[in-house]
């Protein structure tokens, strides 16, 4: 490569280059109002002019009945459509006037773009109900394991070490909690063990990556196969010899042993939709929420955070002023291996399933993919995690509504929604400064 | 990595041992330069996995469970059962991947030699993929999905078009090439464009191939007639790689075109211009930019090469070893794939090398199972250990007391 350009060069490079700028800065808005013409047209103009879409929000146990309602679906979906498109027309303004969009933007978006789409699936069928209560409430508790996963990669990586291993950490979680709530007939000692099985694995990652400088995503990447290796292995081995070490829950209830139940919290699980949705959940499900509030505050509020974010954004001058880099991030990567173990447990005692192969199927990659949508936020992760438990959901409830796409489709849809994500609408994310940087004096 | 650490200190070495005078002192010098030296630490670095397979094989094994219950009064049997326990599994997999000892013929018994050769074949192709994009600085994790587009490409080509023995197959593999070509340049441009993570967007990627596969696999015009099993008819005979040492065996010259490409590659990455620009945004793309170097451009490049080999992974799977289109064709060589390049550290013979060992540890999978009862998930636990000692030569020296190296330069590849 020569250092000195042709003026064709020249030229070719800065048609590339406004190309480039014109698509970075427009894209946003240029999403917004593909996505809406979509909504209007597909959506809008598909339901037959007379046809209803009937909403369910109540649940058989709820104490506060809201009656089954029906709205016109043509109608119901044009309305959602010209929202969304108000949307990407207000979008489209701010980008002109080069003002700042909030992140309620992206979520009424979301919501109404969701609620044409839910309204179209169910255009003209009676006998089925849009269980709008309960797919949220399945929606958060899909969402579970990637809200673990993301907050230990986000306390991971705050700290500088990048952790391609939530996916081994959460199987590895997954497969202790059941060993031991078997062992012991009792799940919540599962979720005591969970834990330590994903430090363990944080340990190998630690010593790897910070001790022996390796490639952390090498590290990890490696890790993961080593885990599904173990766990598979001792599967195949082990726990198939000795049925007594992988109990579900329902064969520990038969034995008299404790699993998780669900606990509402009195008078704000009664609160209607959103007291099954938030409040109506096992133990796991609230140690998640006391996990998010407890480290984004720790993160950004108290020393500890501020010393493991001066690590991983600038290790040379916080080990100037004291902080040991190295130890900083080990107990960083212990403890974001420990928050991952202990949401593996969903996959096992937390759902009542004896551990399978295999079973997180893909889970820590999209907790990982969580965790950049959120910017490296406890609360952005969460948000974020929730959009794909959301998205799970709702291809869930398609399924049962039974809709003209195919389930294949259905199922590509969080994915497809995240590359949309992470390329259009969140744009250009900052990781910490020192990620993948190992520390050396 | 260390990968050039330990590279500078093998070629510095020579010199230093070469200048002094004492002939003791060279050949110190010379039995340094082997401890320091890649090979070792590769060596080691199996050794120490095996190590580990054997625990493994020792928890798993009934019998020695059983001797150990009265290691105290007879202990000797626990220690014959370990050994009949680790003869009986590197025995199997031996047998499994080079030589049968148990066939009655050559013929037979060198089965398993080339039914290794044929599992090495995609992961070869597709990590030679991998391991441009590594030296590029990017983390492809998408050869899974790359993989999919391009057996499914290929299949198409090879199916439904009609064209003489030669030019079909040739015609297929360019349409695999383009397929995961394009499968690669989506992240890339992304990553050019708007600075999407390319991990994120590659793993999101794979899930979109499978799926979209599986949704094409309930299309007639990809059943066999007269069945609704998403499984494809075979390809055309015209678009088949012939085999490589006759019916008998599975090879197929898709393997020579494997090693041949490892050649291009090699020629690309080390030879070209366009190489140049690769490695030089991938020591560090800021210094790149300022030499006049297009960073963005040379992402999306890389990304399609990427993209490129991990399709021609497909095709040749579709043109040579399966044949047939299921949901299943990628397997997990995508994945398999990304290790065999750190293995190989991402150097085209290297990848050759980690490729040939990793299809000969799959393909000692089923005869672990059947001849050891091992279930073939010690085979993963085998490789990612052998891997993560070869990516911490410290450790390993720590481990097997060799010595330290005189000379660490630090170079981040």
Redesign the interface.
């Known amino acids: ?5 042709t003026p064709t060069v020249q030229a070719e ?1 800065s048609i ?1 280059k406004t190309t ?1 700028v014109f ?2 800065r427009w ?1 946003a808005p240029i999403g917004y109002s593909v996505m809406a013409l979509l909504s209007l047209l597909v959506f809008g103009f598909g339901p037959e002019p007379g046809q209803t879409t009937s909403f369910a929000l109540s649940q058989a146990s709820d104490a506060v009945q809201i009656p089954v309602f029906s709205l016109p679906s043509m109608l119901t979906a044009i309305v959602l459509s010209v929202i969304a498109l108000g949307l990407a027309g207000y979008s489209t303004y701010a980008t002109y006037a080069e003002k700042k969009v909030g992140v309620w933007l992206p979520i009424a978006f979301g919501l109404a773009f969701m609620g044409a789409l839910l309204t179209w699936a169910g255009a003209g069928r009676d006998s089925t109900n849009v269980n709008i209560t309960g797919m949220l409430v399945s929606g958060v508790f899909l969402a579970v394991p990637l809200v673990f996963g993301s907050l230990a990669g986000v306390v991971n990586e705050r700290s500088g070490v990048v952790n ?1 291993a939530i996916e081994g950490q959460l199987l590895a979680g997954a497969f202790l909690a059941v060993i031991v709530a078997s062992v012991t007939s009792n799940a919540y000692l599962g979720l005591v063990a969970a834990p330590i099985a994903g430090a363990l694995v944080g340990s190998l990652l630690a ?2 990556a910070v001790k ?4 952390q ?3 990890g ?3 993961n ?2 885990v ?3 766990t ?3 599967f ?3 726990l198939s ?1 000795r049925p007594e070490l992988n109990q579900a829950a329902a064969q520990m209830q038969a034995d008299g042993g404790i699993v998780l139940q669900s606990l509402p919290i009195p008078l704000l699980a009664d609160i209607p939709v959103l007291g099954p949705v938030l409040f109506d959940h096992n133990l796991l499900v609230y140690l998640m929420y006391a996990i998010v509030i407890a480290l984004q505050i720790m993160l950004f509020k108290s020393r500890w955070g501020l010393r493991v974010r001066a690590v991983g954004e600038h290790p040379k001058a916080a080990d100037t002023v004291g902080i040991k880099v190295n130890r900083t991030r080990v107990l960083s990567v212990l403890l974001g291996g420990a928050i991952a173990g202990l949401g593996g447990a969903f996959f096992t005692v937390a759902n009542g399933l004896s551990f399978a ?1 295999e079973m997180t199927a ?1 889970k820590g ?1 999209i907790a ?2 969580a965790m ?1 949508l959120g910017r490296w936020n406890p609360t952005g992760a969460l948000m974020a995690a929730l959009l794909f438990g959301f998205a799970d959901a709702l291809r869930i409830q398609l399924g049962i509504i039974g809709s003209p796409i ?1 389930s ?2 259905l ?2 849809l969080p ?2 929604a ?2 949309f994500a ?3 609408l969140v ?3 900052r990781p910490p400064a020192a990620e993948n940087i190992p520390y ?1 004096k | 990595m260390s990968a050039e650490s330990n590279k500078s200190a093998v070629e510095e070495n020579p010199a230093q041992a070469s200048a002094s005078e004492d002939g003791g002192d060279r050949a110190r010098g010379m039995l340094r330069a082997i401890a320091e030296s890649n090979a070792l630490v590769v060596f080691a670095a199996i050794v120490a996995a095996l190590i580990v397979g054997s625990v493994l094989v020792i928890i798993a094994n009934e019998d020695v469970i059983d001797a150990a219950g009265y290691f105290f009064s007879r202990p000797g049997d626990t220690f014959a059962a370990i050994g009949t326990a680790i003869v009986d599994a590197y025995g199997a997999l031996f047998r499994g991947s080079i030589y049968n000892t148990n066939a009655d013929t050559f013929v037979d018994g060198i089965k398993p030699l080339t039914g290794s050769l044929t599992l090495a074949t995609p992961l070869i192709l597709a990590g030679l993929g991998l391991g441009v994009g590594f030296r590029a600085g990017l983390f492809n994790i998408g050869a899974q999905g790359q993989v999919i587009i391009g057996a499914t490409i290929a299949w198409v080509l090879g199916f439904h078009v009609g064209l003489p023995f030669g030019i079909h197959l040739a015609f297929a593999l360019l349409g695999g090439l383009l397929g995961g070509a394009i499968w690669g340049f989506i992240p890339g441009v992304l990553k050019a464009t708007s600075g999407a993570n390319e991990v994120i967007v590659t793993i999101m990627l794979n899930y979109v191939a499978l799926y979209l596969l599986s949704w094409l696999l309930t299309f007639d015009a990809f059943q066999i007639p007269g069945s609704d099993n998403p499984k494809s008819p075979n390809i055309l005979d015209t678009a088949a790689w012939p085999k490589l040492l006759g019916d008998n065996y599975n090879l197929h010259w898709g393997f020579i075109f494997a090693l041949v490409m490892a050649g291009v590659i090699w020629w690309l990455m080390e030879r070209s211009t366009l190489g140049f620009r690769f490695r030089a945004v991938g020591a560090n793309p800021h210094a790149a930019a300022k030499a006049g170097m297009n960073v963005k451009l040379t992402y999306i490049l890389v990304m399609v090469v990427a993209g490129a080999m991990a399709g021609l992974a497909g095709a040749n799977q579709i043109l040579g070893t399966e044949r047939s289109l299921t949901a299943d064709i990628a397997g997990s060589i995508g994945f398999d794939a990304i290790t065999v390049a750190l293995l190989g550290r991402s150097r085209p013979f290297g990848i050759v090398g980690a490729g040939l060992l990793f299809g000969a540890l799959s393909a000692s999978g089923p005869t672990l199972q059947v001849q050891a009862g091992l279930p073939i998930d010690i085979v993963l636990v085998i490789q990612s250990v052998i891997v993560l000692f070869i990516a911490a030569p410290p450790l390993v020296r720590f481990l097997f007391r060799l010595p330290e190296p005189r000379i660490v330069k630090e170079v981040t590849a």
């Open positions: 490569m020569t250092a000195v350009a490079r590339w480039a698509l970075s894209k391609i010593l790897f022996y400088w390796v490639d995503i090498v590290v990447v490696v890790l196969v080593l599904i290796g173990l598979s292995f001792f195949s081995t082990v010899d192969k893909g990659f990982l993919a950049i195919p294949e489709w199922a590509m994915y497809l995240t590359i992470v390329a259009g744009g250009k994310s050396k």
